[in-house]
Each structure stands twice: as structure tokens, then as C-alpha cells.
């Protein structure tokens, strides 16, 4: 028989217009010119389809001996570039060319189903690998080289957009290029203008981390190394994007063993982590990412694989960190940066790969897109918040004819291999080499052995997706939702907004269900009661992704441990009870997230509250005290019954918390309420909003949340609730009857005969004539709840002496909830309230208290309308969370309480969007204690004349008795950290006078303490602070040499502050009179100062001795530091200066001797304002002879010594 002649269908199957179907950007082939004419020399039948995209011309390919055809049939053997389109995958035939089929890619099945049904035999270039696992065909550096100028280009755009013009500018996309050699000159003029300084200042370093060292990672660093550039390791890594130079860019090239440690210790093992990914987790989030400004990440990531960049680590990365750099110096027109991180550029494009919130590729056309880590959403934008991500999975088409050729050069060895190939033959009657063989997918109708685990990946996606029964796809998430009540609307209608999320509402009530399912698309009811059929919800829960249960809070772990069991996720909007606290570990366990408190209260009150303290914390402020209070409420105008009060859901558990105790702190000390009613005997009145009468009581056990809150600094913890004036006296009659009682009640047995609220009065009164006269059961109703007309009255309102037939419920709690969630229920045309407030005391570094209210009111609407205001605010934030659960935002596994920023932050962000929005107020109060210590001392103060006052207070309690004291370390603990408080009162016709010649006292004073020559700027700060209405003038007095906060701040006060200060009447009076002129009050001056240990004695000392001498002698002794280490080296030597200075703080601590730390290269000046006593200098001549400079702080030791000796030299100075 003849043999067939082998034909190679030269670049792609497609057509013309079946590559634009693929890509318009698609210029690349599998074989250049030169391939084809060097297969037609070796015999082989070449054809070529027409293309007018192709980089390369068809003439040159015909001029190289091809056939320019369209029908390509005749050729048992097709290469391609990328994935054929199914309609034209012609059977028979062996295939090669990338598929994207590996890892069971879901887009792709539906072309891995068809090359199965028609018999192709598929060769995939991705599989193809030498002995060591290594690709040997591949595009991979083009892909570097065009991922790296993309980047840079898009980050001369960010960092525009940011407000800075770089040399990064110049710098076009890749294909705007003829080729590679012309992006580089690009690049390297880009390059020139850094080297030269021209990158702004204010940028800080900039850091380039380069993930692999593989072909992408290569080509990459390539087009880099055109920059002036420094590579470090790792562990240099933080240091030099701290302190390192703006006339270069650094890089980092980071390998497996950097970032993978494994979870049960131990060293790297690169064979182990390829067989078991799993026993690794992956620290480049927390070691590498935080200190890199560009991320090229052109690593392969497998399924099961640890990520380099989780969703919760990208919203760490971008928090504000405009403080990581203070010595930089920023203005208004030099911008901090808003975090570190800038751009990634994930040239692996493998969506939600190692990269997760990278979950769609870029494109060509739209090459980035910023990715806000808060919002958890990508828009096509340089401006805003966020990191900016270039992710095109056809990189290296930008630069064609280079990535053909260098491709084609790669697959020619291998195509006479491919061509023995008969897809009409058994697989195994070939002898393929090793690498073809191994890249072999699908063949005779089949997965290879090699790829029979995609079915495997395919059947476990089908088990996790296709759960509930329904018409969706199999990327659509499934959410559960048990309870169809009042606050569920919200949350179906928040869900169904994406189009990738279907809800299943499980109610026992079988028309609330089905009313939701109408309203909302891709919702389905579901008729479950979880307490009669376990199995069912069993069931269910094993079908969701996602199970939101707005039951009520005691069947919650009854969900819990059905979720646990099924590895599925939960979300509930109730309080975290001691019942769901015992299922944490096995929450962890199981690799289980459930979301407990994100409704109301608790939910929002916890966000706003975490927001604050957060702004406090950060800003160095502590919160002395919190008060909160939150309720829901009918609108004013719907409050007409006696107990103000409508219930939109079951009263039970409103009623049950007005008889549970209660705890919080106040003053320092802890407050016990006991059960049974003393929360309401204790209710107080509030004014917040006067135009409500409302009143507030203690909610439950206020101490659990000084913990999670972060507040173990306050005297003042308390949660309450908020009712209209009314309902705590009203609701107090009801216990005292044992309404609320949750013991069983025979009369209320639902087999018993039936009875009469009336009867049911007088059995509880003890009386069993149930025929008493009216007057008189009224009469024994006021004596029974302490002689109280309104109580009674309020009885009789609610109809509870009526002969209306009670429903039985066994006990009166339940059966009075039910009754009053009938009578006082919400009318089609009512609408209810949501009131919130929180009051927190701030007390700022500077002994400024604020006194801060957060305020959240939110109306709703009649049920005919919209929603009402409790199930906005409870129905958003618990699907908000349930999303965000969704979609890998949150990841933490166990009980888990919306407490930390990756949570609450985004929440509050999103609730916004939804109207929901508190606002503040705050009046900010100066140190009051100063000026009650100026009215006591106002004998000594004539009409005309000013006061001036100093005082030292305290910032932190000691953390060591005097008692306990051994050594200057014991000291410095017990020690409170000071604060030097200056306030001054004069006339106001003096104030101007007074304010500029306490100025210059103050900048004579600093400049006579600091003694070494310090550039000291007073510099005049645009006073206007809506927290600080009254201050009229301030002066910040400052030097870059010890740092970027000012070190003293001088304010003028405007005199009206005397009427909003909180002084008492009398102090008020003798103020205006000892300053009368023309009744008007003092105007005031302060100055803050917050002063480490040795400055504080310095101070203290040169006010009352005025002797040099004896102040070095206190720094001497009370200097948390003894020696700093200054390094005055040549730029080009000053990493070998830096690494010698670390050894030798190291020998200092090992002989405990205090050495200021390393956190910053220090400057003389900087060292002598921390009242170091002695310097030591190294300079390069301590690299070349070994000798370094020892000086004390009052320069009489100044002498060169060997560094060997430095440690013993000072020794004899420093042991007494």
C-alpha cells in the first residue's frame, strides 16, 4: 500500500473570519517562514490557510514553498496557535495546539466533549516536557517581554492618575512597537531620566518583585534590566523599599522556598510540594507583597496549590499606608502614594489562579483594569482606589513575528515526530518520544491515561455546583435561605442582582416562600420545617454554597451543625450564642466560615463602632468611654398604643431581653443588672435627638466587646436599647403579672378548655371568681403592679381585660407574643424607625478629649411601598456578607464576628451605596483640667495682665510597681509616658502679641535644647477643622531631622471657646470677671509637647538647675538608649556600612548594652534629640583600616578606636 504523504496545514485551521472569532490581536503562527522552508526541504507537504491578519505575509510563506489553500482536509496533521473552534474541528485528525483543557478550565469542556466525539487526537503544547518537567515549547518569554512594557506603561498612567508625572510616561503598550529592540530603547530613555533623579520624591522607592525564574520570569527581566536597577534578596526586600534610593528600581526575584513553608514545619521540599501542594501554605502576602510596588507574576499554578495573593490579603495591601514613609517629604501637589502595592501584571493569566481576585482576563484593547480590593470589583480606570492589574492571556501576540520565530524555532525539532501521527490508529502503535507522548490529551475517543484526572476535576465541579435542583449553569452559586419573614426580601433582592447567584427560600410557611420566589428572578421556594424534617434540611444545606438563616437565634445551631457537617458556609444576622461559640473548633475543623452578628444590633453597630475606634487608634488617640444605644421603632406618627412600640416580626424575643440581666462598665467599675425586669426599673432618658422622647435600657452582657471591640483602655462600656418614653414603666406591669414568664401556665395548655384574656388576668391575680366586678379586678390590677394608674391603664388598652378567647401557646410568653404580634402589628399604611447612636469619649495625644456622636436614622416604608427600616438594615448587611462569603472575600474559617477591617470596612462601604449612611458630630474639648488649675491660681492675676501654666500628664499607665524597680529598664516601665502641657490666658486685645512672642520663646527654647545645629521650622497650619471651630491660629514647629511629625504645636483659641467648654457656672463666672473688659472672655493659648523620658528630665531639669552638666548626668542614667550607631559612609559603600552596623548592635545587646534600634538610619542630630550619650561613627575608612569614631554627647570623649574594641572602651564609661 502506498504511503500516505504527510501534510503540515501550516498556522491555523481558522479562516480569516474564524480568527477574528479568536482574537483580532491574533498575528501570531505556530511556524515561521523559515520552519516552513526548512519542513518543505525535508519533504514535507506543507498548506497554508489564507490570512491577512498573520504577521507574516502568505507570500513569504509561498516563497518558502507552502500551498496557499483554504481546504486543509487533506492533512491528517493541524497546528495551531490557540483553542479551534468546535465548528470546524475536523474529525480524524491530530491537533496541535494550546487547548486550556488542563485543569478542567470550564470555558473549554465544551471543546474537549467535541475533539472526544470526533475522534482527534489532541497534542498540547502546554504538556509538552523534557525529563525534568520543564516546557520545552513554549512562548514564554515574549510573554515576559510584552507583559513587562505593558506594565510599565500602565504604571507611568497609575502613577499619574496618583498625581505624578514619571519617566514611565514614554513608555508605550507593546504593540505600538515594530518589534521588541524599539520598546527597549523605550525603555532605556525611560530609564536615563530615573537614573538621573527625575522621579518624584514623594514616591518613595519603587520595588519590582518577579515571581519564578522561568521563561516568562526571564523574558521579563530582560526589558527590566534596561532600567537602573539593584537586585536583593528577600530579606532585604523591606529595607531597601523603606529606605532606598529613587534614581533606580529595585528587584526581587522570589522562588518557591521564599514564600512556601510548610504547615507542619520543616524545609522546602520541592519534590514533596509537587506531589503534595496541600502541606503548603504560602507567606508572600505577608513576607514579600506588603513591601513590593510591581508584582510580575509569571509562575504556573496548579489546582490545590497555595495562592500567592488571596481576596481578604488584597484588602490588606491597600489599606492606607501613607505613613510607611514619614521621612519622605509630601505636600498637596506631592502626593503620598495611597499604598504600596501599584500593579500586578499576571502574565500567567490563569483566573482566580495564583492571583485570586484576578478572575477575568484582560484584553488587548482594554489591557488594565483597577482592581478595588474594598468593593471587591474591577473597573476600567486608572483613577481610584486600588491596584492595577494587566492580565492578557495572549500576551505575546503584541510582538509577533519575534514570538514566532522564537516559538517556531522551539516546535520544529518536534513535528517529525508529530507527523507519524494517525488519529484513525490505536494511541499505542505509535512510538512517540517521551515528549510527544506526554502531551497527548485526548486520542481514539478518550482521555489519555496521563489526563483521565479531568474527568475527575469535571465530576467533583458538578457534585459543588450542581446542587439545588434548577435550570442554572454550572458557574452559578447557590444560596439557602431559611426564613422567608420580613427582613428576607432584602436579601433576595440584594443576592439576585448578580446573575451568577440563584436563591432558594425554605419557609414552613409555604405562600411566604412562593410571594418571595414571584418577586425575585432565579429564586425558587422550598417548603421546609427544620425542626420537624432534619433530613430535608440535611439535604438542602449539602446543595447550597451558601446557607443565610434568619430563623430564630436558639435554632441556629441546629443550621450550624448541619453546615459544619456538610462543608458548607453560613451567615446569620444573630447574636453569637455560648450554643454557636462550642461549635467554633469544628467550624475550623472543617474548614467552615459562619458569619454571626451582621444585621442591626448587632451587625451595623458593631461597623461603625470598629470605623471609629480604628480613626482613634490609628491617630494615637484612646477611647475612655462607649456608649451605645440602638432600636427599631414605629415612626412617631404610628406610635399611638401603650406601649409606643409596633412589632414587625415576633415580639418573643424583644420581650424576652426586658426580663434577661444585664452588665457593662462604667467609670471603671462593673454594673450587675439582674434578670426579671431591673434592666427597666434602671432605664434613663435621652436626648441625643430631642425631638424624640425616647429612653434606653442596658442590652445583655456589655463586657464581651471591650475585647472584640479593641477598647481595654476605656472606663465606660455600654449597649443599649432604645424605646419611646413609656414602654420600659408599661412592660414592667406585664412582668410583674408574669406575662413574660417562660414557665408553662395549665390554663394556657392548648388541650385545656378555652379562657379569656379577662379570666386569664384573674387567675394570675389569684382570683377565682372570674365574674369579680370590673372596677374591683381593676382595683386588684393596680395594687398588684405597685399602685400604677398608667400601667393599668395600659392593660386595659392592649385589650388583656377583655373577653376576647385566648390562643394557647403552654406559656405566657408565647402566647402573649403572638397576641401582641397581631394587635400592635404594622398596618399596610405604617412605617417604621431605626434609630442608632453611638457616643464615644476620645482622649487625642495631644489631651484633646472629643466627644464624638455617630448617628444612623433610617425611616422605612409601608409595606404596600417598599421595605421597612428593619429589614433594610438587617436584610443589607447580612446579604452583603453572604456575598462577600460568595465570592472569597471573607476566608477566615470558624466563628467569625464582623470585627476585623477586611470585614467591617468593606460592609460599611456597600451599605452606603444602599442608604444606609450614620452621621457624626463631635465637639472637641481642649485639656479642661489645665483650665480649672488656671481659675485656681486667678489671686495671682490683675485685670490686664496674663496667666501662664505647665503641667505634666500621663499617656500610659505603668507597667511596673516602684517597688519592683532593679534596673533603668524596671524604671523606664514605671515610668508613665509624659506629656508637657502649656496653657497661657490673656486679654483679647493681647492675644496677637502674646501668640508671636511665645513663638519665639519657644523656637530659642528648642533650638538651646537640641545644641547641635537643627534646621527648626515654625511652620502656620491652615486652620480649618470642623472638629475645632474656635481655634484661630497654629503653629507647628518641626525639623526633618527628627522626622515628619511636628515636635510642638502652638494653638490660638478664639474666645467663644468659654461658652462651649465644659466648666461649671461658677468657674465660667470668675473667669469673665477677673478678665472684664467689657464682659468678654480670655482668649487662650495652649501647647502640647509629647516628650520622650530623657527630653522630659532634660526639660524638667534646665527649669530649676540651669546646669549642663547635671542634665547630661540624668540622660546618662534615665536614656532608654546609651549608644547609637551613625553611618556617614560614601553612598556606594553604604550596604557594606549598614550590614557592620547590624553586627554591631547585635554585640552591644548581647553585652546589654542599650543600643538605639535599627528601624531607621540615624543622623547625628536625630541621636543627640534623643539624649543618646554616646555615638559611634562609621565611615569607609572603617572598612579599609577597622577604625571607627566614639563620641559622648557632651563631646569631652571624642577618639578613634578599633572596632574590636568599641564594646570594652564603652564599658568602662557605661558600668558604675
Known amino acids: 500500500m502506498e504511503a500516505q504523504e504527510p501534510l503540515l496545514p501550516g498556522l491555523m485551521l481558522m479562516s480569516g473570519e474564524r480568527r477574528e472569532d479568536q482574537s483580532v490581536w491574533e498575528r501570531r503562527a505556530p511556524l515561521s517562514p523559515t520552519n516552513v522552508r526548512k519542513l518543505v526541504r525535508a519533504g514535507v507537504k506543507v498548506l497554508v490557510q489564507p490570512s491577512n491578519r498573520r504577521a507574516y505575509p502568505m507570500q513569504a510563506y509561498a516563497n518558502a514553498g507552502a500551498i496557499i489553500q483554504e481546504d486543509i482536509g487533506e492533512a491528517p496533521v493541524i497546528v495551531g496557535v490557540k483553542q479551534i473552534p468546535i465548528d470546524f474541528l475536523l474529525p480524524n485528525k491530530t491537533y496541535c495546539f494550546f487547548s486550556h483543557t488542563i485543569k478542567a478550565q470550564e470555558a473549554n469542556m465544551p471543546l474537549l466533549d467535541a475533539m472526544l466525539e470526533k475522534n482527534i487526537r489532541l497534542v498540547d503544547y502546554e504538556k509538552m516536557m523534557d525529563e525534568n518537567g520543564q516546557r520545552v515549547v513554549a512562548f514564554g518569554k515574549y510573554a515576559g517581554v510584552a507583559g513587562m512594557i505593558n506594565i510599565l506603561h500602565g504604571l507611568g498612567l497609575r502613577l499619574l492618575a496618583l498625581g505624578h508625572h514619571t519617566p514611565f510616561m514614554h513608555i508605550g503598550p507593546a504593540h505600538n512597537y515594530r518589534n521588541s529592540g524599539m520598546a527597549r530603547q523605550a525603555v532605556r530613555d525611560s530609564g536615563f531620566e530615573v537614573a538621573i533623579g527625575m522621579m518624584p520624591k514623594s514616591i518613595g522607592p519603587l520595588t519590582f518583585v518577579f515571581t519564578g525564574s522561568g521563561n516568562v520570569s526571564q523574558g521579563a527581566q530582560e526589558i527590566f534590566q534596561d532600567l537602573p536597577h539593584e537586585y536583593v534578596p528577600p530579606d532585604m526586600l523591606q529595607k531597601v523599599a523603606d529606605h532606598g534610593a529613587t534614581n533606580k528600581i529595585y528587584a526581587c526575584e522570589v522562588g518557591r522556598r521564599d514564600h512556601l513553608i510548610r504547615i507542619k514545619g520543616g524545609p522546602f521540599d520541592a519534590k514533596e510540594y509537587d506531589e503534595h501542594p496541600s502541606r503548603y501554605i504560602s507567606i508572600f502576602s505577608k513576607k514579600i507583597a506588603p513591601y513590593a510596588s510591581v508584582i510580575i507574576n509569571g509562575i504556573y499554578w496548579a489546582p490545590n496549590s497555595p495562592k500567592l495573593i488571596t481576596i481578604p490579603d488584597a484588602k490588606v495591601l491597600i489599606r492606607s499606608s501613607q505613613s510607611h514613609l514619614p521621612w519622605v517629604q509630601t505636600s498637596l501637589g506631592s502626593p503620598p502614594l495611597p499604598h504600596r502595592l501599584l500593579a500586578i501584571c499576571d502574565i500567567s493569566a490563569d483566573p482566580g489562579g ?209 453546615c459544619i457537617a456538610s462543608k458548607t458556609n453560613m451567615v446569620t444576622a444573630s447574636y453569637l450564642s455560648p450554643a454557636m461559640k462550642e461549635l467554633h473548633q469544628s467550624a475550623v475543623d472543617a474548614g467552615v466560615s459562619i458569619v454571626n452578628e451582621v444585621g442591626l444590633d448587632p451587625g451595623i453597630d458593631h461597623l461603625l463602632a470598629m470605623e471609629c475606634f480604628e480613626e482613634v487608634h490609628q491617630g494615637g488617640g484612646k477611647v475612655k468611654s462607649f456608649v451605645s444605644y440602638c432600636g427599631g421603632l414605629p415612626a ?101 403579672l408574669g406575662l413574660i414568664s417562660q414557665e408553662p401556665h395549665p390554663c394556657l395548655h392548648v388541650g385545656g378548655p378555652d379562657i379569656t384574656w379577662r379570666q386569664f388576668m384573674c387567675n394570675l391575680l389569684g382570683i377565682t371568681d372570674y365574674n369579680i366586678f370590673y372596677d374591683n379586678l381593676k382595683n386588684q390590677l393596680f395594687e398588684r403592679t405597685g399602685r400604677n394608674a398608667s400601667r393599668v391603664k395600659a392593660m386595659e388598652d392592649l385589650g388583656l381585660l377583655s373577653e376576647e378567647l385566648v390562643i394557647k401557646y403552654g406559656n405566657p410568653i408565647d402566647t402573649i407574643s403572638q397576641y401582641l404580634a397581631k394587635r400592635l402589628a404594622l398596618g399596610p399604611s405604617d412605617r417604621d424607625l431605626v434609630v442608632l447612636r453611638h457616643e464615644i469619649d476620645i482622649l487625642w495625644p495631644d489631651q484633646r478629649h472629643e466627644l464624638r456622636g455617630i448617628n444612623l436614622v433610617c425611616y422605612g416604608q409601608s409595606s404596600s411601598a417598599g421595605y421597612s427600616a428593619m429589614a433594610r438594615t438587617v436584610g443589607y448587611p447580612a446579604a452583603i456578607a453572604t456575598k462577600m462569603v460568595l465570592d472569597g472575600e471573607i476566608q477566615r474559617k470558624g466563628m467569625i464576628l464582623p470585627f476585623i477591617q477586611d470585614i467591617y470596612r468593606p460592609m460599611l462601604k456597600r451599605l452606603k451605596a444602599e442608604g444606609i449612611v450614620a452621621e457624626e458630630n463631635s465637639i472637641t474639648q481642649i485639656n479642661v483640667e489645665l483650665v480649672q488649675l488656671l481659675v485656681n491660681a486667678q489671686t495671682l492675676m490683675g485685670s490686664d495682665s496674663s496667666i501662664s501654666l505647665a503641667s505634666v500628664t500621663s499617656g500610659r499607665k505603668p507597667t511596673k510597681q516602684m517597688k519592683d524597680l532593679t534596673t533603668v529598664s524596671d524604671l523606664m516601665e514605671a515610668l508613665p509616658k509624659t506629656q508637657l502641657n502649656l496653657c497661657f490666658l490673656t486679654p483679647p486685645a493681647r492675644m496677637i502679641d502674646e501668640f508671636i512672642h511665645l513663638q519665639k520663646i519657644r523656637r530659642r527654647w528648642w533650638k538651646s535644647y537640641l545644641q547641635q545645629p537643627v534646621l527648626l521650622n515654625a511652620t502656620s497650619v491652615a486652620v480649618n477643622d470642623e472638629n475645632d471651630p474656635f481655634l484661630e491660629q497654629k503653629i507647628e514647629f518641626g525639623s526633618s531631622a527628627l522626622g515628619s511629625q511636628p515636635i510642638e504645636v502652638l494653638k490660638l483659641y478664639k474666645p467663644e471657646i468659654f461658652d462651649h467648654l465644659q466648666l461649671s457656672d461658677d468657674i465660667k463666672k470668675s473667669l469673665l470677671v477677673k478678665f472684664q473688659r467689657k464682659s468678654s472672655w480670655p482668649s487662650l493659648i495652649t501647647s502640647q509637647v509629647e516628650l520622650e523620658l530623657a527630653v522630659f528630665f532634660f526639660l524638667m531639669d534646665s527649669f530649676f538647675i540651669r546646669n549642663k552638666a547635671s542634665v547630661l548626668s540624668l540622660h546618662k542614667s534615665l536614656a532608654p538608649y546609651a549608644v547609637g550607631v551613625v553611618v556617614e559612609g560614601s553612598p556606594t559603600r553604604v550596604v557594606q556600612l549598614e550590614d557592620l552596623r547590624r553586627l554591631m548592635s547585635l554585640e552591644f545587646k548581647q553585652s546589654k548594652i542599650p543600643v538605639l534600634p535599627l528601624s531607621a538610619p540615624w543622623t547625628i542630630a536625630q541621636c543627640d534629640a534623643r539624649g543618646l550619650n554616646y555615638l559611634i561613627f562609621l565611615s569607609d575608612s572603617t572598612l579599609e583600616q577597622g577604625i571607627c569614631g566614639l563620641r559622648s554627647r557632651d563631646t569631652s570623649l571624642q577618639e578613634q578606636v578599633h572596632v574590636s574594641d568599641v564594646v570594652e572602651r564603652l564599658k568602662k564609661f557605661l558600668v558604675k
Not at 359 to 368: A, H, L
Not at 523 to 541: A, G, H, Q, S, Y
Not at 716 to 732: A, C, E, P
Request: glycine share 6%.
Open 354 to 562: 495564583s492571583i485570586e481576585f484576578m478572575n477575568e482576563c484582560t484584553t488587548i484593547d482594554n489591557p488594565f483594569c483597577l482592581y478595588d480590593a474594598e468593593q471587591h470589583k474591577d473597573t476600567k480606570s486608572f483613577k481610584g482606589p486600588g491596584i492595577l492589574v494587566c492580565s492578557i492571556d495572549n500576551m505575546p501576540t503584541q510582538l509577533p513575528r519575534e514570538a514566532t520565530d522564537f516559538f517556531g524555532d522551539l516546535l520544529l525539532p518536534h513535528i517529525f515526530d508529530v507527523l507519524q501521527s494517525d488519529a484513525t490508529r490505536p494511541f499505542e502503535d505509535h512510538k512517540f518520544t517521551n515528549i510527544i507522548e506526554g502531551a497527548v490529551i485526548t486520542s481514539n475517543g478518550k482521555l489519555t491515561k496521563n489526563f483521565e484526572y479531568i474527568q475527575d476535576l469535571r465530576n467533583q465541579r458538578a457534585r459543588t455546583k450542581h446542587r439545588i435542583v434548577g435550570d442554572y449553569d454550572a458557574q452559578t452559586k447557590r444560596v439557602l435561605l431559611l426564613g422567608a419573614g420580613y427582613v428576607s426580601a432584602p436579601v433576595v433582592e440584594y443576592l439576585t442582582r448578580s446573575n451568577d447567584v440563584a436563591v432558594y427560600v425554605a419557609s414552613a410557611l409555604r405562600d411566604e416562600a412562593d410571594i418571595l420566589a414571584r418577586r425575585f428572578p432565579r429564586t425558587e421556594p422550598v417548603l421546609l420545617n427544620v425542626e420537624e424534617r432534619p433530613d430535608l434540611l440535611k439535604e438542602f444545606i449539602g446543595k447550597a454554597d451558601v446557607v443565610v438563616s434568619l430563623l430564630p437565634y436558639a435554632l441556629h445551631p441546629l443550621v450550624a451543625e448541619q
Open 636 to 736: 412617631p406618627e404610628c406610635s399611638d398604643n401603650p406601649l409606643r412600640y409596633r412589632f414587625s416580626w415576633s415580639p418573643r424575643g424583644a420581650l424576652l431581653n426586658t426580663v434577661s440581666s444585664g452588665r457593662f462598665l462604667k467609670d471603671g467599675k462593673v454594673v450587675e443588672i439582674p434578670a426579671g425586669g431591673a434592666l427597666l426599673e434602671k432605664a434613663e432618658k435621652l436626648d441625643f435627638l430631642p425631638g424624640f422622647a425616647f429612653e434606653g435600657f442596658a442590652n445583655r452582657d456589655s463586657l464581651d466587646y471591650i475585647d472584640h471591640y479593641g477598647i481595654p483602655e476605656a472606663r465606660t462600656v455600654f449597649r443599649g436599647t432604645i424605646r419611646y418614653s413609656g414602654y420600659s414603666d408599661h412592660v414592667l406591669g406585664l412582668i410583674q
